[in-house]
Nanobody, 114 residues
Framework: QVQLVESGGGLVQPGGSLRLSCAAS??????MSWYRQAPGKERELLAT????????EYVDSVKGRFTISTDNWKNTLYLQMNNLKPEDTGVYYC?????????WGQGTQVTVSS
């Protein structure tokens, strides 16, 4: 059974940092991504990492501030978020793509506010 479980969200002041984690089990993934859904907006792709070569991609709004990575066993996906801004507020989801399907975690709330 595939499970993706996010953690690490919370309340942080502007300019602060958070690291999100996504524990993946029961899955041999091709790529994994982080998405964000801000209040009243559609879910937005933020960053992707490819299993085969570790290549990463970012949306322009988070380049230079966010870093996507995995542990050595590719069981845990991370999103290091620095210099957070109020517009980074939202529910953050991890997603995994395999040869045959796509899977989502349940999301973790990040609120950037003073």
């Amino acid at each position: 059974q595939v499970q993706l479980v996010e953690s690490g969200g919370g309340l942080v002041q502007p300019g602060g940092s958070l690291r999100l984690s996504c524990a993946a089990s029961g899955i041999n993934w091709w790529s994994m991504s982080w998405y964000r859904q801000a209040p009243g907006k559609e879910r937005e792709l933020l960053a992707t990492i490819v299993s085969s070569d570790g290549r990463t991609e970012y949306v322009d709004s988070v380049k230079g501030r966010f870093t996507i990575s995995t542990d050595n066993w590719k069981n845990t996906l991370y999103l290091q978020m620095n210099n957070l801004k109020p517009e980074d507020t939202g529910v953050y989801y991890c997603a995994a793509v395999t040869a045959s399907s796509a899977y989502w975690g349940q999301g973790t709330q990040v609120t950037v506010s003073s």
